[in-house]
């Protein structure tokens, strides 16, 4: 015990030789506080691809053009193989040479490990996606996907994500303004309801699980959803298209849960490498994708107020209005909010992005991005691209949030349709309406918003359905709530429960009163 003793206080001895002294508390708050500025700042980011710098030249002319067109940080994307190009053997000589060039230049970084297999020589080792023809899904340029159902495949990720972190903490954490992943959900998740995913055997196993845990016993699967099934092996005879036919609602609900266990997973990773970076959750593209969160893929205010993550991230393109969609997004969330808006492809068809960047400084958001430039296109549209710091740096200039405004409520009952693929035929046109055309604020809620109390809806004459019509199913938690207030619900409505049930007696009573007809 002595001699374990004496070594303990050599060994003290000899660090504090070699830091020259002790930190005092003042400089740890001093640094601490250094960073939490730096954390706090609204960056304009230069989005850039691992293939987009192969070598820490390329870092330096992108870095130097960047700072020429007023960028402030990096958001680096890193493909998957660039870092672990076997299992469980990671390389990060390519990662610390390239964020090493653009911290030269005085860049800060976000970065955000891609989950894609492309160029991954051991894809084979994981669960991957599949089609209904029993196919792997791919994608040009990204390879396959994973499938979040696997156990084993979700323990690789985490392995490989708890290297990643740690790795960032100890090397780059200085410099480090946000992390996380960029996730491509069932494919990719502008496009996941397009796509029959995943039919895997683990993704047909976790999903009859969950059908049998859901429903509590056969008879009540069989009655609400018109399955002629006694026992789990006869659900297992069947297949998965069919039960998805019959249970889409259960289908699309299923897959936003295992998006969620992945995305807890993540968190849990980042935070326990270091709590005090910021987490960003990418949400993906809303120009082409609305449809994905209104097909009940994910809710929106599950996905970004229940889950422990900082900074909420989407991306604008072509297909939605992009003061609604902020009007949108804003309205579910009060943490930080992450744009990217289009990049050169964009500025070379002669599309007005810079209004999408006006729009952004209106709505008060955090950060932005663009996207897809080679070095030269930056030279370029240097002009227009300086432009972006001034005019997203102004405060948001929308009306309050007054409850007693136009609210628009995005229905769970869309889990159960298959609605059409255009975001403005269900909401667009109404909240131009509503809105006066963007003049004055539309404020959105969620079905699930509503029935966890988060909100409250006294003083709300009306919600706003846009063309939901018919029988519709929702939660008996949200009936619960909207009978108990005096909230006209607007459209042509019935209600029937998410296990088939309807309501019954005094519920039913007041919630046929609450319902009016356009």
């Not at 449809?291 to 107020?305: I, P, Q, R």
């Not at 007005?352 to 030279?379: I, P, R, Y």
């Not at 207030?485 to 309501?503: E, V, W, Y």
Request: glycine fraction near 6%; aromatic fraction near 10%; hydrophobic fraction near 40%.
């Amino acid at each position: 015990m002595r001699i374990k003793t004496i070594l303990n206080l050599l060994l003290a001895a000899i660090l504090l030789f070699t830091c020259g002294c002790a930190p005092t508390n003042s400089d740890s708050e001093q640094e601490a506080s250094a960073l939490k500025e730096m954390r706090d700042s609204r960056y304009v980011y230069l989005t850039l691809w691992s293939w987009q710098v192969p070598t820490a030249q390329d870092a330096q002319a992108y870095a130097e053009k960047a700072k020429e067109c007023g960028f402030t940080a990096v958001d680096l994307g890193v493909l998957w193989s660039s870092f672990e190009p076997l299992r469980g053997h990671f390389q990060w000589e390519y990662l610390d040479s390239v964020v090493s060039a653009f911290t030269a230049a005085g860049l800060k970084i976000s970065l955000q490990p891609l989950l894609w297999t492309e160029g991954l020589s051991w894809a084979g080792d994981l669960a991957l996606q599949e089609q209904s023809n029993g196919t792997v899904y791919a994608m040009e340029d990204r390879g396959s996907y994973l499938s979040f159902t696997d156990e084993k495949t979700l323990s690789i990720v985490e392995n490989t994500l708890q290297n990643f972190a740690l790795h960032a903490r100890s090397t780059y954490a200085d410099h480090l303004t946000r992390w996380g992943v960029r996730l491509s959900c069932f494919g990719e998740f502008d496009y996941s309801v397009n796509e029959a995913l995943d039919y895997s055997v683990s993704a047909k196993d976790r999903f009859y699980d969950y059908l049998q845990e859901t429903y509590g016993s056969w008879r009540n699967l069989s009655e609400a959803r018109g399955l002629l099934v006694s026992s789990r092996k006869d659900l297992d005879s069947m297949s998965l298209d069919s039960v998805i036919d019959a249970c889409p609602g259960d289908w699309r609900r299923f897959r936003q849960e295992r998006l969620f266990d992945l995305l807890d997973r993540m968190i849990d990773v980042y935070r326990s490498a270091d709590p005090s970076i910021p987490v960003v959750f990418s949400l993906g593209t809303y120009g082409n994708g609305m449809n994905t969160a209104y097909s009940g893929v994910v809710d929106l205010w599950s996905a970004v107020e229940e889950h422990d993550v900082d900074i909420v991230a989407l991306s604008f393109c072509d297909g939605a209005d992009g003061d609604m969609m902020l009007s949108l997004i804003t309205s579910l969330t009060t943490k930080r909010i992450s744009v990217e808006v289009d990049g050169a492809w964009a500025l070379d068809e002669g599309r007005d992005v810079g209004s999408f960047v006006d729009l952004c400084g209106k709505h008060g958001v955090f950060s932005l991005a663009t996207a897809n430039f080679t070095v030269e296109q930056l030279n370029s549209y240097q002009e227009i691209l300086s432009s972006y710091p001034e005019r997203f740096s102004s405060s948001g200039a929308l009306g309050d949030r007054d409850p007693t405004r136009a609210i628009l409520i995005l229905s769970n009952a869309l889990a159960e349709m298959r609605p059409p693929k255009s975001f403005d035929a269900l909401y667009g046109d109404l909240w131009a309406s509503l809105s006066e055309q963007g003049a004055r604020r539309v404020r959105f809620v969620t079905e699930d918003q509503i029935a966890s109390g988060e909100i409250s809806l006294e003083g709300v004459s009306t919600l706003y359905c846009g063309e939901i019509k018919g029988s519709v199913s929702v939660s008996k938690a949200f009936a619960e709530a909207l009978a108990k207030t005096k909230t006209t619900l607007r459209g042509d409505l019935s209600f029937r429960f998410l296990d088939g049930s309807s309501p019954e007696g005094d519920l039913k009573t007041a919630l046929a009163e609450r319902i009016q007809a356009e």
